[in-house]
């Protein structure tokens, strides 16, 4: 065997190679991821005529959104399920928030009789299909008078975003040394103050990352919307199925809707893409 | 810690509260806080476990928009479901769905996860867009792919021309199933990715450095090395994608809403065509209480699975 230098060439040779076949791999991966969504914007930009064509070359416009928010006299109610959506996710998180904060405080710090098992049923309902209480909370809503109602939509929805906070923010107490806590007692906090002034600012980085994760989850829901509400208090994913229902069929139009239901979500995640492994796997997987 | 990967901080476990309390504080009171800081999500859990029951009750009755009074039929509806040709059809369905998609994107997302590990500028940028699939709401991603689908104004169809396909669309049963499950592959692919992505970053060098001087190739380090190291994070993504797409509605319901025929009529989709579409309640439930048994008996047997193997990965 020569000792170094001659065996590189080939080498880097064979690596050149092998890197533009990743390249071109990820490529390929991700003209099927993006196109997709390329796609939709286009049709979104596309006038009435131009909708059933496939060539690029067109004058972009942006009457569809303007149709679809209501802007002209088409008197969409669009916007009114944007703001349903709006109101019930945000609702959802906030409930979670009050109630998740020290449910993960708890299972966090202390251990406590079922508190494991407490633990285990909340990731049990990330995994059981929501339909299973669809029928019985359908009726009871109907005697309640939830029935379409963005408060009966904050109830429910919390279901889906509840033990995404409570185990995504355990893990974050879990992170924070309790020994800050117990130096914060020692200088004559009590227990209340420690844990207003030193955890919770502690962990306001996973709260704020939660909080966004948890608002996706409940926007992006659809089958809770679909099936408790009718038209007060349906939500755009909802809606923008709708449209597709119809017999005169604007795609442009769907499209825009489409887009227009898609954008919150995506701008979110690139908010807190450093948290979202963590997020999206329940903590089960750390970044 | 029921899936969490072990963590080397350092938690309070076995006693209550850390350090000194105040003296105002009774033990007693001490004791209690935990409890105190849980109630409210005891009681949420009480709060969803009461609907959760009710319906389990509807299915030893006979309750359907055409019996509003319902007569108590014990077991019948299980019975009548399980002898159904339509139920072995639906889980045959939800079989081939959950199982394809989950392995399909498995590897994919695996497969994309090792290439962009290589840290090119091209990975790099890649890596901040892999997730906008994942983000974007499953029903909105399915209408999309309708869409795209749609012989008028999609684009699968002029592509599908380019090389030779005229067969596009969902309208055959086996192009149906393909689709839904092209569809699933697509938008959940970046969630093994980022979890595989994680999981690599996470990963020791030394082993591989020393597997590089003994001159393995890169095939036995995969497969000796990256793959087992890697498997307690790929499980935790197996086990999300396995039971998200078992019980998978939003994107069949909104793609081909189980058609055409059956074709792909999954649990969840025959679930609510009998609860909704025949207001059939009782028969509709007895099949959601079935799918949800599928899910929990699945889950509970794969996140034990994964907290041995979590424990074992850890050294305990």
Wanted: net charge positive; with cysteine.
């Amino acid at each position: 065997m020569p000792t170094t230098n001659e065996a590189p060439r080939p080498g880097r040779l064979r690596r050149f190679v092998l890197d533009r076949l990743t390249d071109a791999t990820l490529l390929v991966y991700f003209a099927f991821a993006l196109l997709p969504v390329l796609f939709i914007v286009l049709l979104s930009l596309k006038t009435n005529a131009e909708q059933t064509t496939t060539h690029l070359s067109f004058a972009p416009t942006f009457d569809n959104y303007r149709s679809v928010l209501g802007l002209d006299d088409t008197g969409s109610s669009y916007l009114r399920f944007f703001m349903s959506s709006l109101i019930t996710s945000v609702g959802a998180v906030l409930v979670s928030l009050a109630i998740g904060i020290p449910m993960a405080y708890a299972a966090a710090r202390y251990r406590f009789r079922r508190s494991e098992d407490l633990m285990f049923m909340l990731l049990s309902f990330r995994f059981a299909p929501e339909l299973t209480v669809i029928i019985p909370l359908a009726v009871l809503y109907q005697q309640m008078g939830l029935y379409d109602t963005h408060v009966g939509m904050i109830w429910v929805l919390q279901l889906v975003t509840m033990p995404l906070v409570v185990w995504i923010l355990r893990s974050f107490f879990q992170d924070m040394p309790a020994e800050l806590e117990e130096a914060a007692l020692l200088d004559g906090y009590t227990r209340r103050q420690a844990f207003f002034r030193v955890a919770l600012p502690l962990v306001s980085p996973g709260i704020a990352a939660v909080s966004l994760l948890a608002f996706i989850f409940a926007w992006n829901n659809f089958i809770f919307p679909f099936t408790l509400t009718s038209g007060n208090a349906q939500t755009v994913t909802v809606s923008t199925l709708a449209f597709l229902g119809g017999n005169q069929v604007r795609f442009n139009l769907v499209a825009a809707g489409a887009v227009m239901a898609a954008l919150p979500p995506l701008i979110l995640a690139l908010l807190i893409q450093r948290y979202l492994v963590r997020g999206l796997s329940f903590g089960a997987v750390k970044s | 810690m029921s899936v969490a990967v072990p963590s080397s901080t350092r938690t309070e476990r076995g006693s209550p509260a850390p350090g000194p309390d105040t003296p105002r504080v009774s033990r007693r009171r001490r004791a209690l806080r935990p409890y105190l800081l849980a109630v409210p999500a005891v009681l949420l859990c009480v709060g969803i476990l009461y609907p959760f029951f009710l319906g389990a009750s509807y299915t030893l009755f006979d309750f359907s928009a055409q019996n509003p009074d319902p007569d108590m039929v014990g077991a019948e509806n299980y019975t009548t479901i399980l002898t159904s040709a339509a139920f072995w059809n639906s889980a045959r369905v939800t079989a081939i769905y959950a199982i394809g998609a989950t392995v399909v994107e498995t590897v994919l997302g695996v497969g994309i996860a090792l290439l962009l590990n290589r840290s090119t500028i091209l990975g790099r940028m890649l890596e901040r867009v892999v997730i906008i699939p994942l983000m974007v709401a499953p029903v909105v991603a399915a209408i999309m792919w309708r869409l795209l689908l749609n012989p008028e104004v999609g684009w699968v169809a002029p592509i599908a021309g380019w090389i030779g396909l005229t067969h596009t669309g969902t309208d055959s049963p086996v192009a149906a199933m393909v689709w839904t499950i092209v569809v699933d592959v697509w938008i959940f692919t970046p969630f093994v990715t980022v979890i595989a992505l994680a999981g690599l970053s996470s990963l020791p060098s030394s082993p591989f450095e020393a597997a590089a001087v003994d001159g393995a190739g890169w095939w036995m380090t995969f497969r000796r090395l990256t793959l087992p190291m890697l498997w307690p994070y790929l499980l935790v993504a197996v086990i999300f994608r396995l039971m998200d797409s078992v019980k998978m509605f939003d994107v069949i319901y909104s793609l081909t809403s189980g058609g055409p025929g059956s074709a792909t009529t999954s649990m969840s989709i025959q679930a609510y065509q009998e609860a909704i579409t025949y207001a059939r309640y009782s028969r509709g439930l007895t099949y959601m209480l079935l799918l949800w048994a599928v899910v929990f008996v699945v889950s509970m047997i794969l996140v034990r699975y994964l907290r041995r193997i979590q424990s074992r990965a850890a050294g305990v």
